[in-house]
């Protein structure tokens, strides 16, 4: 059952409540969803492997610091208390994933419920293209004139109404609540294209084609249609990293540059480029970002400040500049504590190197929670298959999150929790080493923050001397 309604809450909130329940969305069904979860959930706590991760330390903290971070920053307690409740439906998704998914099988379930998601984007999508949109008079760059876009264009529902570098009306697909932004919806997507794999049969043709070759054929068309400029990039990302095993890095880079050029003369992008000019404006953003983080190093500006600190009103585009801006070192440090084993099990359960073939234990031996007993025999070639798929959906996210402010979006803790979900599997199966205690890896994530600062920081600096 918690299970089940851990799926309803994800599908609820990618998708709103009013699509889903319609007028009872008024009684706040998915707050009312939410404590019924939390209280099915209560028994499985024990035994989960919630109280062995650092990740649930590091969101215990980052809900902390997101509160003080507006409470100190805005001095506005019921602005902390919003905030607060704002992070903690998204950070929630990491324990249900944790504590409800244990098998292979619901992992396909939750694979099978993000495509699901994207689906319906897609489809409302294109059902809008098939009736019509509206179209515009071209902006004519050279004049002081601004033609403006028609009302009617800027108000349908999944498409989103803009125009091109060139002065053309274009549409990108969005979706609703936590993706209604194109870019937001392109991420997702990325993300889900290599975990629809997880369904791929060696030598099960027929079946391969309909229940994986054409679901990502339908999600790199719902990525084409959203036009988004970093999807693209994470795209290529993932083509470099898959690539890159089987034939070598520097033919996986060349082939990569290849869908690429092949992507821009499509159109990809709806017109848009993808250059250094093109984005001085968001690195002028990014800028002032580093500076916001120079001014309150401690805890920011606040959670969802940083609009009210730029000339622009606009965030940073740049999920590490704005969790450091907003929530400062201390909140930079605790997304880096999630972030740092996340990525260290996700590698290690994808190199066989690190795993071995040793069996699992017979059951009247097995001194092991109810919940781990639940998951299903798995293999270790499984697991490695698993593991990469994880590491492919992870690098779409987090390239396409490098032009996005999207630092504590749902997807990011959904992702999470399938990767500790995985290396549980391997774990109890004496496949793998077990996890880094905390204070072990309390100072790898220090470093890790410190690490990205500096990053952000010289490549401003080269960005800037190439302007």
Not at 362 to 373: C, G, L, T
Not at 400 to 415: E, I, K, N, Y
Request: hydrophobic share 55%.
């Amino acid at each position: 059952m918690g299970f089940a309604l851990s799926v309803l809450y994800f599908v609820t909130y990618y998708l709103t409540a009013p699509i889903l329940f319609g007028p009872l969305a008024g009684f706040r069904i998915e707050l009312i969803l939410a404590i019924l979860i939390f209280f099915v959930s209560l028994p499985k706590l024990a035994g989960s492997i919630l109280l062995k991760t650092p990740q649930s330390v590091a969101l215990i903290g980052l809900a902390f610091t997101v509160f003080l971070s507006v409470l100190i920053g805005t001095h506005w307690p019921m602005g902390a208390v919003q905030a607060f409740l704002g992070f903690i439906p998204n950070a929630f998704a990491y324990f249900l994933v944790c504590l409800h998914c244990n098998s292979k099988k619901k992992l396909q379930i939750l694979v099978l419920m993000l495509f699901s998601v994207c689906l319906f984007v897609i489809a409302n999508g294109c059902i809008a293209f098939l009736r019509g949109v509206p179209e515009a008079p071209r902006h004519n760059m050279d004049s002081l004139e601004i033609v403006p876009l028609p009302q009617e264009a800027t108000t349908i529902p999944y498409l989103f109404a803009m125009r091109s570098d060139a002065g053309e009306l274009i549409y990108r697909l969005r979706g609703l609540g936590l993706i209604n932004d194109p870019n937001d919806f392109g991420q997702l997507l990325v993300c889900v294209i290599p975990l629809v794999f997880i369904f791929w049969r060696p030598k099960k043709i027929p079946r391969n084609f309909v229940f994986v070759i054409l679901p990502v054929s339908v999600l790199l068309y719902g990525t084409f249609l959203t036009h988004s400029r970093g999807a693209l990039i994470a795209l290529m990302a993932m083509a470099v990293v898959a690539g890159r095993r089987r034939i070598g890095t520097l033919p996986a880079l060349l082939i990569a540059g290849g869908l690429f050029a092949a992507a821009m003369a499509l159109h990809f992008t709806g017109g848009r480029d993808i250059s250094a000019n093109t984005g001085s404006e968001r690195t002028e953003l990014w800028g002032t970002g580093l500076q916001l983080l120079k001014s309150h190093p401690f805890f920011g500006v606040g959670f969802g400040s940083m609009p009210d600190f730029t000339d622009s009103h606009l965030t940073a585009h740049n999920s590490l500049v704005v969790c450091a801006a907003e929530l400062g070192m201390v909140g930079l440090y605790f997304w880096c504590l999630f972030l740092f084993p996340t990525l260290r099990n996700v590698l290690a359960i994808a190199s066989p190197e690190k795993l071995s073939e040793t069996e699992p234990p017979k059951p009247e031996q097995e001194i092991v929670s109810p919940a781990a007993r639940e998951i299903t025999a798995i293999d270790k070639a499984e697991i490695v298959r698993l593991g990469r798929l994880l590491v492919l959906s992870l690098t779409g996210f987090l390239v396409a999150g490098w032009f996005l402010s999207r630092a504590f979006v749902m997807t990011l803790f959904l992702l999470g929790g399938m990767v500790e979900v995985v290396y549980e599997m391997a774990l109890q199966r004496g496949m793998i080493a077990p996890r880094l205690r905390l204070s072990r890896i309390l100072p790898y994530a220090g470093g890790l923050a410190v690490c990205l600062v500096l990053m952000m920081y010289i490549m401003l600096r080269i960005l800037n001397m190439m302007h």
